[in-house]
């Protein structure tokens, strides 16, 4: 993929991050959590230019660690473009195998701010998770199964763990064995070695 073609991506993420979030409930006043003080940050809050440096941000430190880490029957591709005649499919990140009789891997990474619109969205970024696998089995007669990475950024609070197990069972039924989802914040992705070794890859040394 090329860097205007990535740049055009985050622009549509972005701005889908944004009208997401637009399109949340406001909690009535009985139900607001108490007011806690703002972290300071370089941007205001819920701007364009906050969810774009969290988009970056995260994707740039996410690629590293998985292009770092990939096992030895994979290797791992940032922001890939497949194209066959006029079909084109863009992807987040590959674990393409090195063996041709091995399935490759799909990442769709999702950065989302709100933890409780994780739930409202998980049908959505679950159907395009299939979508992206199908069109790239047509495209490439390869097997691929697909990983489905939701990441909360740093100054977000995250989910209480049974929440998020919750939602990661809600997602992988959805998934139907064909992907796997994995909600992590941001301060965990050093982790994500080893959740793709315990959903895709149990042995490595």
Known sequence: M???EVDAKREVETQAALEEE???????????PPAQPAPAKRVGPGSYEQRREDIIRIENRVHRT?????????????NVKTSRGT??????????????EGSDVILSLKVVRQARSMRTLARTRAD???GEIARYRELTSRAAKGWLLLVLPDEVEPPEIE?????????????????????????????LPQRFDQIFYNDRD
């Open 22 to 32: 637009r399109r949340q409930p406001q909690l009535a006043p009985a139900e607001a």
């Open 128 to 130: 395009e998770m299939l």
């Open 2 to 4: 090329s860097q205007s």
């Open 66 to 78: 998985l292009t770092e880490s990939a096992p030895a029957p994979y290797e791992f591709i940032p």
């Open 87 to 100: 079909q084109t499919v863009l992807l987040d990140g590959l674990y393409r195998a090195r063996n041709r």
């Open 163 to 191: 929440e998020r197990r919750q939602l990661e069972d809600r997602l992988n039924q959805t998934l139907v064995g064909l992907a796997f989802a994995s909600v992590v914040h941001e301060t965990e992705l050093d982790s």
